[in-house]
Every structure is written in C-alpha cells, then in structure tokens.
C-alpha cells in the first residue's frame, strides 16, 4: 500500500540559533514547532511521518515528540550518520557535519513506498501548505512540486538566511539559485553559496523553503546525484553538503525531471536565530486565540 508520508529533515545542528531547535518549546505546553507541522499534515491527509534525526537525538526525540504522536499517526526514524556513504569514500576526520539535504533524504529511501514530501524541522509552514503538496500527490504521479514563498514572508530581522531563489515560467520552476538572503541599505540581496557575483531581487520574490513533492522515484535520482557529488567534491569533503536544490537545479538543467509549484499564502514561521523564538511563539498564540489550532494541540 502506497502511504502519504511525510519526511521531516531535524538532522541539523541548529548552530546560529545556539542548540536543538527542533526541540524547542513554543507553546506553554511544551509543544515543539514540528507539533504544529505535524497536526497540519495529518489534517491534510498524509499517513506516516518520517524524522531523519543524528542516532545520538533519538532517545529525546522518541520521549518527547514521537511519545506525542504515536498514537495519531504512524511515526517512524531514519538516522543521518556520516558513515553513510559508499566504501571507496575517505571521511576526512574534521567532517562534522552530515553531508546536506539530499543525504538526509536518502536515510528514508528504504521506508517510502509511495509520493512523499520533504520538509524542515524547524520551519512552520501553515495547513495550506500541507493540503496543496498532498492534493497534488494524489492526482500527480509523474512530476515534483516545490511549495515557494514570498522572501518578504520568510525573512528575518536579525540576519541573513539560506533560501533557494527561484526562476518561475508558467507553472514550472525553471532555476533555482541556493543563496544566503538579507537586507542590506533596504535591498534584498542574494549571495549565491556558490561564491557567484550577489545580486539584488524583490522584496516578494519566490523563494524555496524546503518543502517539496516528490515520486518515489526521485530517490534514485538522488542516490545518483548523490555518488557524483562524492566523487567531483573529493577535495573539498570536509565541508562540502549536497542540498536539495542544487540537485533540482541541475537536474531541471539536464531536463531528467519536471518541477512544478504552486505558492502558498499561509502564513510561516521559522526559527534561524534564537531571537526569532519569541516572535513564533507570540505567533502561536495568536493562531490559538483566533482558533486556527486547539488550546491543546494534542487533546
């Protein structure tokens, strides 16, 4: 049976926002802001959540969220280990990180059997979301969607942050550009991570947050992306990540997938800097008070 799953990337460090963001209270119960992703993807119809967490992060995340959501939904773990790669790659010993986007949703290739998407831990992105990647899993079964936003809508005040800048045309994305994006003088400047010459875009340009709609079979797309990612980054393994939308940047390039997108209205929330977390919480309680979510999400 073909399951809606939904794949939550909570590998990552957290390391601008000073420790596990993930599993950062934003409500007075205690709720994390993935609860919230949670409650809006059961609401929208998918059937088995996937975190792809470090193997060290299970225990806390098995008592806290996963003892939460056991009972509403099929949960299930995928470890990101750097260890994970093929036999004829040299780990450089100052690799401390995972190896990116693309590596993480490789650690759930053996538990998706069916149209699945792929969000961040950390980032709130409204039920409207949630209802427009799974209506379009289940009417869709041969191409990808990417769910962009507005920067305006997802930018922070206290810093830059990494966004995919997206070329639209029609109802396809056309290119995607992996940039750090931020004001500068009242401009919204984008640096490409690529280390190509920075550029300027509008305050509503659509930018990519990581929440996408794949075919099951893009995971070999990706394995693949992944082996050749390895093999030409040789000399720079110690700090290179293979990220999601440079895969699909390349891949839209070589014409092997089709990626379509729909922008979504609904209202987001992240946390990249610790100084964002009073802002979503106090946005929490607002969604709560206007009875967008129960006073208890859980009850």
Not at 69 to 84: G, H
Not at 238 to 247: H, K, R, W
Request: with cysteine.
């Amino acid at each position: 049976m073909n399951e809606l799953t939904l794949i939550v990337m909570a590998a990552g460090m957290g390391s601008r926002f000073g420790g596990l963001k993930q599993i950062t209270p934003v409500d007075e119960d205690g709720n994390f802001l993935i609860d919230y992703s949670i409650y809006d993807a059961i609401k929208a119809g998918f059937k088995k959540i996937i975190f792809i967490i470090k193997e060290e992060n299970f225990n806390v995340f098995k008592k806290t969220i996963g003892k939460r959501l056991e009972s509403k939904i099929k949960v299930e773990y995928a470890f990101q280990k750097i260890e994970d790669v093929p036999s004829h790659i040299t780990i450089p010993e100052k690799r401390v990180k995972p190896w990116g986007t693309v590596h993480a949703v490789l650690a759930a290739k053996s538990m998706v059997n069916g149209p699945f998407a792929v969000i961040n831990a950390d980032d709130f992105y409204g039920f409207e979301s949630y209802e427009i990647v799974a209506k379009f899993l289940k009417e869709n079964n041969k191409d990808q969607l990417s769910i962009p936003y507005p920067f305006n809508k997802v930018d922070s005040k206290y810093g830059f942050v990494k966004r995919g800048v997206l070329y639209l045309k029609e109802d396809n994305v056309e290119k995607i550009v992996e940039c750090s994006v931020g004001y500068e003088e009242n401009k919204v400047i984008a640096k490409p991570l690529d280390g190509t010459k920075e550029f300027e875009i509008e305050p509503n340009h659509p930018v990519s947050m990581n929440m996408f709609g794949f075919q099951k079979e893009i995971m070999d797309d990706l394995e693949e992306y992944f082996l050749d990612f390895l093999n030409t980054n040789s000399d720079s393994l110690d700090t290179a990540e293979s990220l999601l939308s440079e895969f699909l940047e390349i891949y839209l390039k070589e014409k092997k997938i089709n990626l379509k997108y729909c922008t979504s209205n609904g209202l987001w929330l992240g946390m990249t800097y610790k100084e964002d977390l009073e802002e979503v919480k106090e946005k929490i309680k607002q969604l709560k008070e206007l009875g967008e979510y129960p006073i208890s999400l859980w009850q």
